[in-house]
């Protein structure tokens, strides 16, 4: 009886999960999914979703890097409260982080005034949609990057170190390649943070197409005038997502695999080393 029960809890869970996503892709025929695509909004959105979340992702990784690997290398007073405070986007309600970046870097905002005796406007303009896809999804990548950097054997840095290769060597023919698989994990979430954004772009960029309005504002447009166009564009972006969380899920995979061959070779030189001194 008790199985019987924790089945049919287990069922309506993934039932919950599942159903919404698949009703996507099921609501219509796939020929007529890509026909409703096939318009200039659904182009123009695409088009501007991937530049703007490849240029925020670009720069997550440039200004990520270096902080995930502060935190996980370093220990300070305070870490857990800065450490907190990285992940704080991710918890804030989107509209917050919307009236937030506002604040910040809009026109009247403690930078954007700064920026507008330049001429420089941030605020409502394509820039602004990639500061709200940097703010919004760098937490993923820092927390990914913060793991991976924290998994890697201090041993072998500092054996780097004594054979006379510098820090800055050591980080990238060393400690890169050893975290990569996490790193790339991070970004791949980012990625997919920063496509499906949508509260703090609409708060801070504003919904203008072919300026601002990226496929998930494309599809709350288009909520209001076609539904199909709506349900195609989000069968793509659902697609998308579940792209590069496939290939989360792999690298994960492979630096458990990674891992696990690593403990097997330290565990077999220490039983050969074992073996030698006896002998």
Do not use: C
């Amino acid at each position: 009886m008790f199985r019987i029960l924790w089945s049919i809890v287990i069922a309506i869970g993934l039932a919950f999960l599942f159903l919404p996503l698949l009703a996507v892709f099921f609501s219509m025929p796939i020929g007529t999914l890509f026909r409703e695509l096939n318009t200039a909004a659904s182009y123009q959105a695409l088009q501007l979703s991937i530049k703007t979340s490849v240029s925020a992702l670009i720069v997550i990784l440039l200004l990520g890097t270096p902080i995930a690997y502060w935190l996980a290398r370093s220990n300070f007073r305070g870490q857990s409260l800065v450490r907190a405070a990285v992940q704080m986007p991710i918890v804030s309600p989107p509209a917050v982080a919307g009236v937030g970046l506002l604040l910040v870097f809009g026109q009247s905002g403690l930078l954007g005034h700064a920026f507008s005796l330049f001429g420089i406007s941030l605020s409502f303009d394509t820039s602004a949609v990639i500061i709200a896809q940097m703010f919004i999804s760098a937490p993923f990548y820092i927390h990914a990057a913060m793991q991976a950097f924290a998994a890697v054997d201090g041993q072998l840095l500092t054996v780097s170190r004594t054979l006379g290769v510098s820090r800055w060597s050591t980080f990238w023919r060393v400690t890169i390649p050893l975290a990569a698989p996490g790193l790339l994990s991070g970004a791949a979430l980012a990625w997919g943070r920063a496509l499906g954004e949508f509260g703090a772009t609409m708060m801070f960029a504003g919904n203008l197409p072919g300026i601002t309005q990226t496929l998930p504002l494309a599809i709350y447009t288009a909520m209001q005038s076609n539904f199909n166009v709506a349900v195609a564009m989000s069968a793509l972006l659902l697609l998308v997502s579940f792209i590069l969380l496939i290939l989360v899920y792999m690298l994960g995979r492979t630096t458990h695999v990674n891992r696990t061959v690593k403990k097997g070779v330290r565990k077999k030189h220490a039983v050969l080393s074992t073996s030698q001194i006896t002998s």
